[in-house]
């Protein structure tokens, strides 16, 4: 049976991933972490939950804190991250310019490979920075 909370993949296998596919598990990944700290800080009804959920998981709260952690990741990961930001989606959504969608799509990607990687401490980290960077109006 596949364990699809904690793939493991060979480098070759997490290499042939586009990096849309990154940025795409990379979303889901952000998210849900973004839901966990949201469901911690406790006392709100789930409305409330949701609205400081969307605002941390927005593509411009998302791409104000991939510009802040750029300066702390290391080469491989600057790397995933530059890939992710010149990305060429075929849609951005309405409620956000190019240039955020893009950052946000960095930052994603990079979440998204830190995941098939297994680097959860390395994903806190980030995330940890990320909340410190981007949503003291959110949270």
Request: glycine letters at 8%; a neutral charge.
């Given at each position: 049976?596949?364990n ?6 060979s ?13 795409y598990?990379?979303d889901?990944?952000f ?8 469901a911690?800080?406790g006392?709100?009804t ?7 959920t ?11 804190a ?8 290391n080469?491989k ?5 530059q ?6 989606p ?7 310019d ?13 979440f ?8 959860i ?19």
């Amino acid at each position: 049976m596949e364990n699809y909370l904690n793939p493991v993949l060979s480098d070759e296998e997490i290499e042939r991933f586009s990096v849309l596919a990154l940025a795409y598990l990379g979303d889901g990944v952000f998210e849900l972490m973004a839901r966990t700290h949201q469901a911690l800080l406790g006392g709100v009804t789930s409305r409330g939950l949701h609205r400081k959920t969307v605002g941390i998981v927005c593509a411009g709260t998302q791409a104000k804190a991939s510009r802040m952690i750029k300066e702390e990741l290391n080469e491989k990961e600057l790397s995933i991250y530059q890939r992710g930001r010149n990305a060429k989606p075929k849609t951005i959504p309405k409620h956000s310019d190019r240039a955020d969608y893009s950052y946000a799509t960095a930052l994603e990607a990079l979440f998204g490979w830190l995941f098939l990687k297994g680097n959860i401490s390395r994903i806190n980290e980030l995330f940890h920075m990320v909340l410190q960077a981007g949503t003291e109006d959110v949270q």
